[in-house]
Antibody
Framework: EVHLLESGGGLVQPGGSLRLSCAASGFAFSIYAMTWVRQAPGKGLEWVSA????????YYGDSVKGRFTISRDNSKNTLYLQMNSLRAEDTAVYYCAKVNYGDYSIFDYWGQGTLVTVSS | DIVMTQSPDSLAVSLGERATVTCKSS????????????LAWYQQKPGQPPKLLIY???TRESGVPDRFSGSGSGTDFTLTISSLQAEDVAVYYC?????????FGGGTKVEIK
């Protein structure tokens, strides 16, 4: 059974940094691209970033480009999102998800999410 | 960027009746070389992560009840729930995966009348 478990969320001040992790199990992590999607409180879904299976290719949404960095450790079956220069508008539940095929496409399994709150 | 516009924002349907959600993309998500529409639908119930329902605009994900169907091509798409059940109360999102940045529609909340 596929399982994705996010961690690392919490309260951070504007301008601060946070690193999210997503531990994967139940599938061959190293052969699938992965992605992060976020959802602000009471709002819709926003795609954040994606990474190829090898980690050699990365993709970002315009609102996080230059501030967030996606990475992965295939030896640990773990996906990461390093978030720097955080803003109030980055407050959201962050979901990691498995990409069904290619570097980016459809997201067939999702974690339960981790809440990031950016506030002073 | 491809903008995805869903309508309506919410709808209330009686149990057993049909529910229809529409999604319009600002540019075509039909890839001519394979004649596939790069359009997916997700269901999100309260307090839960999204769940993939349909991809390639009309292919149901494994395990999804056949009362859910997707249709459309190019820029105009529809998600239909043929006979609404109580467990279908949720917010439904469309998503294009034709190009980066990947984008979602704003969501449609489906409730019981």
């Amino acid at each position: 059974e596929v399982h994705l478990l996010e961690s690392g969320g919490g309260l951070v001040q504007p301008g601060g940094s946070l690193r999210l992790s997503c531990a994967a199990s139940g599938f061959a992590f190293s052969i699938y691209a992965m992605t992060w999607v976020r959802q602000a409180p009471g709002k819709g879904l926003e795609w954040v970033s994606a990474i190829s299976s090898s980690g050699g290719s990365t993709y970002y949404g315009d609102s996080v480009k230059g501030r967030f960095t996606i990475s992965r450790d295939n030896s640990k079956n773990t996906l990461y999102l390093q978030m720097n220069s955080l803003r109030a508008e980055d407050t959201a539940v962050y979901y990691c998800a498995k990409v069904n095929y290619g570097d980016y496409s459809i997201f067939d399994y999702w974690g339960q999410g981790t809440l990031v709150t950016v506030s002073s | 960027d491809i903008v995805m516009t869903q309508s309506p924002d919410s709808l209330a349907v009686s149990l057993g009746e049909r529910a229809t959600v529409t999604c319009k993309s600002s540019q075509s998500v039909l890839y001519s070389s394979n004649n596939k529409n790069y359009l997916a639908w997700y269901q999100q119930k309260p307090g839960q992560p999204p769940k993939l329902l349909i991809y390639w605009a009309s292919t149901r994900e494994s395990g999804v009840p056949d009362r859910f169907s997707g249709s459309g091509s190019g820029t105009d798409f529809t998600l239909t729930i043929s006979s609404l059940q109580a467990e279908d109360v949720a917010v439904y999102y469309c998503q294009q995966y034709d190009s980066i940045p990947l984008t979602f529609g704003g969501g449609t909340k489906v409730e019981i009348k």
